[in-house]
């Protein structure tokens, strides 16, 4: 068992938690949308390298029936949330949103929404098409999903994610030409556009983008690359492709080629490592700072029922002594 794959994976599902309130808070659906999707993405793959720890037994095929459909979804899911930020991003930096109404939020959320949710969906319903039989379990790895290698596979599975990578990089290659537009004036900008996004805020998002879109773009390619390597198969039919559809592939460790598991191990390990590119962008920014502070005094209050410091003088705690000298008077803490 490879005890380092359900470790680095619960890890970050965990990690990818902690930016989560504050972005609740914002309500930002595309940033709530990838840590949702990276957090379930993580879960599955902690689950998967348990569950088949040196084994390919048919233990969950239900799970197995969902958890590939998942996998599926996150493929469009991350790009097409990263796309919907930089399209925010975009509209905020430019002169056609000049504020922010709560209608204007009502009708982004579900934009967003549809963007971040439903396009994934699509993505997985279309994948029926190109699934070549039920599910594939691989060794210590758990199950994966199926696809029938052809020319219709890259039209439907790895053309649309790159689409939207490349849409996403457009939009935010807009953000930057906007921002160099008016780069001495974009704070105040940002504050006139109630966008509750300062200038740090602003382009840790963008950077956060903009990284993710490359990286992705990177696992794509090379995906597509390593699934079509052997070349192409021939969509005879419908019936062709779908025969024997309840068949389970079955890929135990000693009949998988080195480079294979090799390829199959460093590709497992690029969900974790997606989550903790988001994590290092939002962990250490004032938000999460003030986050950890509040966290820090909560158990020292509520669990070592310590009492609670003030150091601020707008808190209130402090009044000044009566002075019959008014002059040599001086403020006393209470």
Known sequence: MHL???????????????????????????TLSIIAWLFISNIIYGVNSIIWANNVNIVAP???D???????????????????????LERIASVRQVSTTAQDKLR??????????????????????????????????????SIFNSLQSILIIW?????VVVLTL???????YHFFQRRITFGRHLQDSNS????????????????????????????MWFTCRNGLRIWISWEDVHFNFSRVGLFPEILIPEFVLRWTYFNWWTMPVSSFLFFVFFAFGQDALKEYGTCITWVRVVVFRRPQQSTSISSGLYKPTRCVFPAHCRMHWH
């Open 159 to 163: 053309l649309p994610p790159l689409i």
């Open 108 to 145: 982004r959320m579900i934009f967003d929404s549809l963007m971040c949710w439903g396009i994934p969906m699509i993505y997985m319903a279309l994948h029926y098409i190109v699934q070549g039989h039920r599910f594939d379990i691989v060794e210590d790895f758990g199950c994966r999903p």
């Open 66 to 88: 969902i958890v590939t459909k998942l996998q599926i979804g996150a493929t469009m899911a991350l790009p097409a949330c990263c796309l919907c930020l930089c399209i925010h």
């Open 170 to 176: 457009v939009f935010a290659g807009l953000a930057l």
């Open 4 to 30: 380092e794959l359900p470790i680095g994976a619960f890890t970050a599902a965990v990690l990818v938690l902690i930016p989560l309130p504050w972005h609740w808070r914002a309500r930002n659906v595309p």
């Open 62 to 64: 239900i799970w197995c």
């Open 196 to 223: 509750a996004l300062t200038t740090s805020r602003y382009f840790r998002l963008m950077a956060m983008a903009i990284v993710q879109m490359f990286w992705g773009a990177l696992l794509i390619s090379s995906n």
